[in-house]
């Protein structure tokens, strides 16, 4: 069990993710991008953490002029219509285990479709471009981070506003900065639980965030998209709860903001959290990495606040194989 003095798998994660995106910022892509310069859609796939990857990968591809669509690992594998000629498949998933997502891949090449993979490395998938050795902690960090880095490259290659080596090693540089100081202290443990709202790409990072706190601090968190918010998903909260609020300066409609002053109307404590300052001039998809950190450490503060281990996620029935090998090609 982590104490105050233990240095858990979790935070050495943590800290090893501006080297990785150092790394990946020159690392050569340009194989894999060219399998998705052609396609007429790129489908994106990913389960859990992975998933919102896909969601911000897609966005980084549509601003490369791609058709890019996201979709989870189930309903890319058991839902969603058949990829068709012409598509393009980029998986990703850290461990190249996950069941639902090595399904819609394993499909994907069955028809012969260009098939890109984001994994760790050493998975044993030839067309993947791997990122990082595998998590020493069920809590991941460094694997979505990187595949982020893997992400952004791919969309500069394919002529991309974000992702270049040099925004890639700036990031990098940023994420030192968080992990040097993360400035939480202002953070307060919420006696029943967290929401973490933001607006486009943050609200994504709002979902990635809360799943952190879930998993590191056994602690109910829920992270929304601010409209998403406002439409029902704030009546419950009381001054029990504490309302996360991240870049509201980035919410051009001002809605963040607004959603914040009518949680403290209504004596929801609330918390405002950025970037930091190294991260001010970063475009909006490579921002919500060193963002994403600050949101992994406060995971990490509260697991041990609350004597959580936060290296084993995954216990009890929840562990048992047979629920995660459903779904598997």
């Not at 069990?1 to 990946?24: E, N, S, V, Y």
């Not at 979709?71 to 998986?91: N, Q, Y």
């Not at 994994?119 to 981070?145: C, I, K, L, M």
């Not at 540089?173 to 486009?200: K, Q």
Request: aromatic share 4%; charged share 20%; hydrophobic share 45%.
């Amino acid at each position: 069990m982590p104490t105050g003095t233990t240095r858990t798998a979790l935070l050495r994660m943590i800290h090893t993710q501006a080297d990785a995106l150092d790394r990946i910022a020159g690392q050569d892509i340009s194989a894999a991008a060219e399998r998705l310069a052609t396609a007429r859609r790129v489908l994106l796939v990913g389960t859990g953490t992975s998933q919102h990857a896909a969601e911000l990968g897609a966005h980084l591809l549509e601003q490369a002029g791609l058709d890019a669509r996201w979709h989870s690992g189930a309903h890319a594998a058991r839902w969603a219509a058949a990829p068709r000629e012409g598509d393009a498949l980029l998986v990703i998933t850290h461990t190249a285990e996950t069941a639902y997502a090595s399904r819609a891949r394993s499909a994907a090449l069955a028809r012969g479709l260009p098939v890109v993979s984001i994994t760790g490395q050493d998975r044993g998938w030839p067309e993947a471009v791997p990122t990082v050795a595998p998590e020493e902690s069920e809590t991941y960090t460094v694997s979505y981070t990187s595949a982020l880095g893997v992400l952004a490259r791919l969309a500069h290659h394919l002529g991309g506003p974000e992702g270049s080596p040099d925004q890639l090693r700036r990031t990098a540089a940023a994420v030192r900065t968080v992990c040097a100081d993360p400035a939480l202290d202002a953070i307060p443990f919420p006696a029943r639980s967290l929401a973490l709202i933001g607006c486009g790409p943050w609200g994504v990072t709002a979902r990635e965030g809360a799943l952190k706190i879930r998993e590191a601090a056994r602690m109910l968190a829920e992270g929304f998209e601010s409209d998403r918010f406002l439409h029902g998903a704030a009546v419950p909260l009381t001054a029990a709860d504490g309302l996360l609020v991240l870049q509201p300066d980035a919410d051009a409609d001002g809605l963040t903001e607004a959603l914040a002053r009518a949680a403290a109307h209504e004596s929801v404590p609330v918390t405002t959290l950025d970037a930091g300052a190294d991260a001010a001039a970063l475009p909006p998809v490579l921002a919500q990495i060193p963002l994403t950190v600050r949101l992994q450490l406060l995971a990490e503060r509260f697991a041990v606040q609350r004597h959580q281990d936060p290296d084993v996620a995954i216990v009890g029935a929840w562990a048992e194989s047979a629920l995660w090998e459903r779904g598997r090609p």
